[in-house]
Every structure is written in C-alpha cells, then in structure tokens.
C-alpha cells in the first residue's frame, strides 16, 4: 500500500539536543511538506519541497532544518535552537503541479504524525 | 496578504443536529480545499473546491464555493458521532497550503 511513514510516533528530549524526525513517501509525490500542530491549534507550515534538492521555509522555519536529497525522504531535524518545540509534527507530500488548481494536484496526504515532548 | 477566516472555531451539536463551518476569504481564490482531523490523528482530505458556485456533496456532507470565489462553505446533515473531529479549509499561496485553526466539531450522542 501507498502511503506515508512518519517515525518515531513518540519522541521524548531533552533540552539542548538535537532531534530527527523521519518522513518517507511510497506515493511518487513531488512535493513534501512538515507542519506544526499545537494543542488546540491548526497547521503551521515549516517547510517544503517541491522537488528533489530544494526546500523553501514556511512561516515557522527559524529552529528546524531539512534536506531533500531523495524524492522519497523529507527529514526534519528540531534543533535546540527552537525554543518551543514541544508539539504534534505532521508530514505531508502531494503531487504538484501549476497551474494550482488541477484536479487531484496538490491535495495533501499526510503522515500519522510525530509527537515530540521536551523534557 | 490574503486571509481565509474560518467560522466557527468551536460548535457543540446534540446527535442529529446540523452543522454547518464558513470559510471567508479577503480576495478570490483559485480554489479550496476541505480536510478533517479526528481527534489524536491526521488530516484527512475531503474534497477539492475549484469552480465558482460549485456544490458538491458527499453523503451526509454538503461542500459550497461561493459564486465570487471568496467564500465556502461544509453542512454536515443529522450529525453523528464519526463526524467528531476539526474541520479545515485551507488554501492555496504561492504553491503552498496554508491551513488555519479550523472548526472543532463535538458531538453530544
């Protein structure tokens, strides 16, 4: 089946450290895509990738970085430079396409999520 | 910039009432999309919203795009208790999906 693997589902850290956090696609997507979700809140987005070695930032980039060296992985790594990093992080990818507005392109599949904790 | 409010942020339905959310938009736009999350889990796609005065209808569900392209709109019919979740309407900037609070449904069976 097609889909997408976000891991690990749980993720407990310290302050000060470093974390990845793993988005694999099987879907031949395009673009991929990492959103924040705090309680009670709706999607922010960190960033995104259209294609394979480009990432643009989203609203919330400062503290996270990502690479995009296959079309399948989207990594994103929650440095320790971000300073409220506790939180529901979803991945997602889409096939893109321009104009926007194609039927079927750019409708979002999205990931189970990763729920990191700081400790 | 372009801003979608949603409408409203929370609504309390008893178990067969009708629920409807708005989406508002300061300009046109190309199109709207609709996700639903359950609680604990993912957004999950609903429908894609492209034409003005489109009505589209899934079951239970009733999606709306406004004729000037500004405004949509989600009517769930006899809700139930699977309808449990936040309903979103996010759109589309500069090839990206921005997604807002979105409406928290909860059900009173």
């Known amino acids: 089946d097609g889909g997408i693997t976000q891991s690990p589902k749980y993720l407990f850290r310290k302050e000060g450290q470093n974390v990845t956090l793993s988005c694999e696609q099987n879907l031949n997507h395009d673009a991929m895509y990492w959103y924040r979700q705090d309680p009670g809140q709706g999607l922010r987005l960190i960033y995104y990738?259209?294609?394979?070695?480009?990432?643009q930032k989203g609203d919330i980039a400062e503290g996270y970085s990502v690479s995009r060296e296959k079309k399948e992985s989207f990594p994103l790594t929650v440095t320790s430079a971000q300073k409220n990093p506790t939180a529901f992080y979803l991945c997602?990818?889409?096939?893109?396409?321009?104009?926007?507005?194609?039927?079927?392109?750019?409708?979002?599949?999205f990931g189970a999520g990763s729920r990191l904790t700081v400790l | 910039g372009q801003q979608v409010m949603q409408i409203p942020q929370y609504q309390h339905v008893q178990e067969g009432e009708d629920f409807t959310t708005y989406c508002n938009s300061s300009?046109?736009?190309?199109?709207i999309q609709w996700y639903k999350q359950r609680p604990g889990g993912h957004p999950v796609f609903l429908i894609q919203l492209v034409k003005s005065g489109e009505v589209k209808k899934q079951k239970r569900l009733t999606f709306q795009f406004g004729e000037a392209k500004k405004n949509s709109s989600l009517h769930i019919t006899a809700t139930q208790t699977t309808d449990v979740g936040t309903y979103f309407c996010?759109?589309?900037?500069?090839?990206?999906?921005?997604f807002g609070q979105g409406t928290e449904l909860s059900v009173k069976p």
């Open positions: 990738s259209q294609i394979v070695n480009d990432f």
């Open positions: 996010p759109y589309n900037q500069g090839g990206k999906l921005i």
């Open positions: 300009t046109t736009l190309s199109n």
């Open positions: 997602a990818s889409s096939i893109f396409r321009i104009p926007f507005v194609n039927t079927g392109a750019n409708v979002l599949t």
